[in-house]
């Protein structure tokens, strides 16, 4: 997921390499097939969330990376990765523009 999410960056102006990072993601997802999402019958509707945030991640940019993940029971149902669209100046006000993602993903 977060080397579909690397790549994804590149979307609007790609360049030959990207195009053969593409082409190794897919070759590994063929090899690994037999992998899939699993969600039982029985798991609880209690929904979890989390939330977290990479501070200076992108070297290019100097751009926060967030994340959030929801769950339904033990179950994956939702996921969010992507670029922060300003630069924080220290880890806490990247991890507050986090919160706030996460907040109107989750509303």
């Not at 690397?6 to 082409?23: A, D, E, I, N």
């Not at 501070?55 to 990765?81: A, H, M, P, Q, Y």
Request: charged share 20%; hydrophobic share 40%; proline share 2%.
């Amino acid at each position: 997921m977060k080397a579909i999410g690397m790549v994804g960056r590149f979307q609007s102006t790609p360049k030959k390499s990207h195009l053969l990072v593409v082409k190794r993601i897919l070759r590994c997802l063929k090899g690994n097939s037999d992998f899939f999402l699993w969600y039982p019958k029985d798991s609880t509707l209690m929904v979890t969330a989390y939330t977290n945030a990479d501070w200076v991640g992108g070297i290019d940019d100097r751009k926060s990376t967030s994340g959030n993940e929801f769950f339904l029971g033990d179950c994956l149902v939702s996921w969010l990765r992507k670029k922060q669209s300003s630069i924080s100046l220290s880890t806490a006000e990247a991890q507050c523009i986090a919160a706030v993602d996460y907040c109107s993903q989750i509303l």
